[in-house]
Every structure is written in structure tokens, then in C-alpha cells.
């Protein structure tokens, strides 16, 4: 039994934005045996069960905690992490990335497979699970990849992985170059309704560049990748899920990054496609132009790119093209940063940063409210990879995260949990800070505890 | 003598101070910083024509040259400098520089500063490798070519080539014809020339020309045969085939038809024109022999200015961080 059966929480006086259920008010929460009981006004439910204001009830013990000013939100998913294990655990492992994971607020990740060696097999979607159940933080699921060895030439086990409980499959870190292989990939998978999901790069446009092709790799002298490496891969795909039976297999793109795929998504969604995509902080909050110091915690792919991608993320946002916030938490050691731009490896790492840095991004101008912000990190994640998740509904397992909506607080990577620090957010200051996070009814942080 | 008379007699103009300990590149300095430079470099000229070619400006000073590519003229020409000014050098070759081979970057710099340089002059195949070093290590860092970056003393030269033979560079109309894309050198000729005043042409295909290139101060043509009439300066690349990549054109004989600088060509140009190259030659393909060795031909003189050209930078930057430290002259 678990530990926790028995116990019952009560979370009071917050407010609560629950999108699945068009919940956006004050109001009290009760979880009892790792799941909702009730989302209601605590009056009504004190009146049914007086014990809940004393602390106890039925004999078992009731945690209250008091959310008064702050937001109380169905768990928040990030389907974008890579925690490095097997394979490169002195950057992360699933124990450190989790708790990373709900530090930010995050109850549920999704594991990228480009581990070493790669998610490709059942037993290794299985390892992913028993480490997570091991580590005891947040929900951790993972895709795996669609070819082997993530090749991009014959397709992996996505059938015996699908049954181990995969989420979806990607090559991520790479884009499947073959259209062929691409167009396989979808048609197999129609058999599992499944989401295929793309790291869109054509590497014969990308060709070595380090950084986004334009007048900051010019006068840095490194070698671009133009955003046409993305759209090319991108609209490729759209004509792929064209060949698709309707309502069998979906097609999702990771990070999208530029003016030139909000248009080709915004076109396929108007087809009615069964297209999603996602978007990184780092794509609404950074510009190429952070490169021009060869600071290589600004080196990530896709690139960060100029002011009007930006912009054209920020619209697309506002207009609800994009499906999916995600942190493409990537996290490296220093060692490995303190290198040239040749020679260093991509990735930001942004787990426990990324609710703050989404608030300057998108609430603080207006872009979108928290309702939006909070359904593009629970239920609309959840739908794309199929989970039963990111709503607080009766009688569903309880993921919970607490919100202080008005505190700010300075980023400070020292303090990270996760085992690497590349992040160039470091210093900044950030409103929106994650209280508390419970997971199947379990607190499971507490900026108060630590 | 005063320690400082003795410097200003060394360099032949009055000493200011000069607050750059490192040499990262020409995009940041000031057309003032640039010409301050050049003046220094025409008094180390000067010295090289003495008897005694020798000042002890350096002296007790360890210059480490660092150097990750192939470089023949370059290193030697700073080894030169080096011991013209008296200081002690030494030679540090790593050609393979990947870091899955080996040492990284910072590891190989913090060794070489453990055992007391004082200036590193390093060449290296990654944009931004000197300005890695420069935020980790003590020692002054001059940059000796960095990827396709910049090569900051090749364009010092050049522009200190182009103003010792026609006075200055105001008013100039100077091509640089060749791979753009690849090539570090038209990038800091760009800087040091547009700041001193001239008006610069990139000429190439377009397929060797880097992206966003019209937001530089500088005008682009695919056409020698336009440009050829109206330059006061031509300056050849060299063609990398090392850092080509792809198929950027058909065939090296239809790269020649089109921007080869040919005798035919320069019957066209200006009587004066000055012909310039950084070196080494591809004899025949961007440049006929003829033309080469020809009467404009100044590619000699370049070679001969580097070595006051980098003189002066290691003096200038060994200043600096003197400066700093506390030390006066």
C-alpha cells in the first residue's frame, strides 16, 4: 500500500485554474488516497465533513495547506527533457532531473530517447520507469526513438515500446532525413494512435552551423544555420501527414523556432491536419545577437534566432497555434561549455526556471493570461501525448502545483537541483515562483522545506 | 633618457596609453586605435632599418604561439616581432585542436600560463577562440586568425601597406575578391578600411558570400569585370579548398574565368592600382604569376609590414596590461 493512503489534503483559499474543467475561480481542493475528491467551495465541504477544519478525518490525517494569493493549477507537464541517462548521468540523471522537475512545478516530464545508448527497445523504456519510480518525484514518461540507434534508416520497436508505455517517438536531436523513413515511421505507426514527433532539421541545409545563419554568424565568423533548415524538414512532413488516415497517428514539431514554421503550422491546422507544435522559452526570450560574446550557454538548436521569429512565436501564441510550452531542458557540464563554439554542445538547461521565464515572456506583455499559459502546460501536453493528466478532475490521480503568482525572485543557478548549470538566465529577475508541488497527493517540494 | 623617451624614441611618436591588453579583433576598435597602431608600427619600421634591428621593449617578456592551423608566414612573423622586441619565444604547434582528441582549449592555455607567458598569439580554427581565452586567462591574447572570424594584424597590415604607399585610406575604392564566406581576413580588412574611410567591394559568387552580408558597410558584386575600372586597392583571397566545403562553384577553371585577376584584367584597372594578397598564393587561379610579380604587386611589402604591424601590437598590448598591473614604464 502506499504510503500515502489513508492521508487526505486539503489545499484552501487559492485560486484555482483548472482549463480541462473550465475552472477559474477561488476555490478549495481536497485529495484523499492520491486522488481529487472534490473541487468546490470549502464551506460545502466542511459542512459534510466538520473533521477537515480540525485536522482530521475518518481517523486519517488531514494536511491543510493555506493558498491564499496564490494560483493552484493542475500539475504542470514539460513533454520536452532530456535527462541523460543511461549514458551521460555526470550531467544528469532521472533522480536529479525529477527533482529538478518539481522544483519548476513540473509533475509529469517526457524524456527525449537520445540517450546513450538511445531509448530503442522495450527494456529500455522499462528502465526509464523503474528509475523514475526509484527517484519519487514527478511522473516521468519518455518517447522513444523512431529509428534505431536514431539513425534514421530502419525504424525501431515503436509497437513493443508503445506497450511499455512510450509516449510518442523521436529521434530528437535529429530530424529523421529520409523522407521515406519519415513516411514509414507515420504509416506504422497508425496501428498504435501514437504522436510522432519531429526534431525538424534538414542537415544538408543546417550543414555544421553552430549558430542562426544571419548578420551575427557573418561578423562572428561561425557558421550559420539558416531557419530554412527547419521549415524544409517541416512542410516536408506536412505533405508526409497528408498520406495519413484521418484520426490514426499524429505529427507534433518540437520547437519550433521561426517566422517560417508558424505559417506552415498555421496553414496545416487549417487543413485540419493532425499537427501540433511546441515552443521553448529560449525561442521567445533570447535573440541571436546573445552569441555575439561566444558565450556558449547561448548555443542551442534549433538556434536562437532574430527579433521577428520571435515575434512571429509571440503572435502565434496570442492567435493559439501553439499546442505545447516546453523547456528542452538539455542540461552539460561547465567543462563541456568552456568551449569554443565548434566545439561545445548544444543545449540550455531551464527546468526550474521555466514558469518564471514563461511569465516575463507571455503574461507580463499581454500575450496570453494564466489560464492560457497553464493550458499549454497541462492540458493540451497531456492531449498530445495521450496521457490522463493535466486536469483536476474527480477522482483522477492528484497532481497539483501551487503558485505564488507575484513573487519575484532572481535566478540563481548555484541552487539548482539538476546536476548541470547551463542556463543564461542566471541573475535575472523573474515573477512567478513555485510554491508548492504535489504529486499523486504527495507534497513532493515545498520552496519552504527546499 | 627617461624610460619613456626612450620608448617614444623606439617608436617614433608620442607615447599615449593604450588600455587593450588583448587583440580580439578590428570590429571594436576605433578608426583613433587603429592609426595609433599604424603610427607605432611606422616607428618600428624604422628600427628594423637600423643596424642594431633590436629594442628591448620585451626583454624578460614569454610570447607563446599557439597555433592550431597550418600557418607559415604569420607564426614566423610574429616570432620575429617578438624577438625583435627582445622577448623570449615560444612555439606551441597543435594541429588537431578537436577536443574529443585531447586537452581542451582552456586546459592547454592554463597550462602554457602556469608556466608564466605573458602573451599568447593564437590561431585557431573556431570564431572566438581567442576571445574564449581572453576571459579565462591572465595573459595578454592576440589574435592570430580565428576560423573565418577575423585575422586582426593581416588587416592591420594591409591597411598600414595601403597608407604608407598613398598617405591614407579616405576616398579609396578597394575590392576584396575571393571566398567572403570563409575568409577572416576580408572581414578585419573590412573593419580597418571602412573606419579609416574607404569605401570597400566584396566581390565573389554568391554562393561564397555570408548570409545578412548587406548590413555590413559594404558593397557586393558578382562581377570582377564591374569592379576591376573603378579600385584604387585589389585584394585577392586566396582560395581555401580546405574550408570550401560542398561544390560553392563548378569548376576552379570557371572560378578563374570570372575572378581570376588576370593580366587581360588589369589592363582595365587603374595605372596605380595597388594589387594585394594575403598570401600564400594559388599561382594561376585567383592570380596569374604575371600579375603577381607585376609592378602594382605590393604582396612582398604586406609581408615586410607584418612584422612592424605585430611588433607594434605586442607592444602595445604588453603596455596594457602593464597598465594594469600596476607597473609603469
Known sequence: ?????????????????????????????????????????????????????????????????????????????????HFREPGDEEEETIASGSAAAVAGGFTSVV?????????????????????????????????????????????????????????????????????AVMLRALKYAQMFNVVIAQHCQDNRIAGSGVMNAGYYSTILGLPGQDGLAEEAMLWRDIQLVKKIKPGTVRYHAQHISTAGS?????????????????????????????????????????????????????????????????????????SEKELEFLAAPFGIAGLECALGLYVKALIEPGIIDWPGLIRLMTERPAKIIGVDKGAMTKGKQADVTIIDPDAEYKIDVNKFRSKSKNCPYHGWKVKGKVVTTIVGGEIRFSAETG | ??????????????????????????????????????????????????????????????????????????????????????????????????????????DTARNLEAMGIDIVVIRHNAGGAPTLLSKYINACVVNAGDGYCEHPTQGLLDVYTIRKLRGTLKGLKIAIVGDITHSRVARSDLWAMTKLGAEVTFVGPPTLLPPKIEQLPVKISYSLDDVIEKVDVINMLRIQF????????????????????????????????????????????????????????????????????????????????????????
Open chain 1, 262 to 334: 508558424v505559417e506552415i503550422i498555421r496553414a496545416a491546422k487549417k487543413q485540419g491536419l493532425p499537427v501540433t507544435c511546441e515552443a521553448t522559452p529560449h525561442h521567445l526570450l533570447l535573440t541571436e545577437k546573445c552569441c555575439a560574446e561566444y558565450d556558449t550557454n547561448y548555443m542551442v538548436n534549433p538556434p536562437l534566432r532574430p527579433e521577428k521569429d520571435i515575434e512571429a512565436l509571440k503572435e502565434a501564441l496570442a492567435d493559439g497555434l501553439i499546442d505545447a510550452l516546453v523547456t528542452d531542458h538539455a542540461p552539460h557540464l561547465a
Open chain 2, 242 to 329: 580546405e574550408r570550401l566545403g560542398g561544390n560553392p562553384f563548378p569548376s576552379v577553371r570557371e572560378y578563374s574565368h570570372y575572378f581570376g585577376l588576370t593580366v587581360e584584367r588589369m589592363k582595365r584597372a587603374k595605372p596605380d592600382i595597388l594589387v594585394m594578397h594575403p598570401g600564400p598564393i594559388n599561382r594561376g587561379l585567383e592570380i596569374e604569376s604575371e600579375v603577381a610579380d607585376g609592378k602594382n604587386s605590393v604582396i612582398l611589402q604586406q609581408v615586410t609590414n607584418g612584422v612592424a604591424v605585430r611588433m607594434a601590437v605586442l607592444f602595445l598590448v604588453n603596455q596594457a596590461a602593464a597598465q594594469q598591473a600596476g607597473q609603469t614604464l
Open chain 1, 1 to 81: 500500500m502506499n504510503k500515502n493512503m489513508g492521508n487526505e489534503l486539503l489545499i484552501k483559499n487559492g485560486h484555482v485554474i483548472d482549463p480541462a474543467n473550465r475552472v477559474n475561480k477561488k476555490c478549495d481542493i481536497l485529495i484523499s488516497d492520491e486522488k481529487f475528491v472534490e473541487v468546490g467551495r470549502i464551506s460545502s465541504l466542511v459542512a459534510r465533513r466538520p473533521s477537515l477544519e480540525r485536522g482530521t478525518s475518518h481517523g486519517s490525517r488531514v494536511t491543510v495547506i493555506d493558498a491564499t494569493g496564490k494560483l493552484v493549477v493542475p500539475g504542470l507537464i514539460d513533454m520536452h527533457v
Open chain 1, 111 to 179: 524524456c527525449m530517447p537520445n540517450t546513450t545508448p538511445p531509448i530503442e527497445d522495450e527494456t529500455d523504456v522499462e528502465y526509464v520507469h523503474r528509475k523514475a519510480r526509484k527517484a519519487r518525484k514527478t511522473h516521468v514518461y519518455t518517447m522513444g526513438a523512431i529509428t534505431k540507434g536514431r539513425e534514421g534508416v530502419e525504424l525501431a520497436e515503436m509497437g513493443f515500446m508503445s506497450q511499455a508505455g512510450a509516449v510518442g517517438f523521436t529521434d530528437d536531436g535529429r530530424g529523421v532525413q529520409d523522407p
Open chain 2, 1 to 106: 633618457m627617461s624610460n619613456k623617451q626612450k620608448i617614444e624614441n623606439d617608436i617614433g611618436h608620442p607615447f599615449i596609453e593604450w588600455k587593450r591588453k588583448h587583440l580580439l579583433g578590428l570590429r571594436e576598435l576605433s578608426a583613433e586605435e587603429i592609426t595609433y597602431i599604424l603610427d607605432t608600427a611606422s616607428g618600428f619600421e624604422q628600427l628594423s632599418a637600423r643596424a642594431v634591428k633590436k629594442a628591448p621593449t620585451l626583454r624578460g617578456k614569454l610570447v607563446v604561439n599557439l597555433f592550431f592551423e597550418d600557418s607559415t608566414r604569420t607564426r614566423n612573423s610574429f616570432a620575429l616581432a617578438a624577438s625583435r622586441l627582445s622577448a623570449d619565444v615560444v612555439e606551441f604547434t597543435k594541429k588537431d585542436s578537436s577536443v574529443s582528441k585531447g586537452e581542451t582549449l582552456l
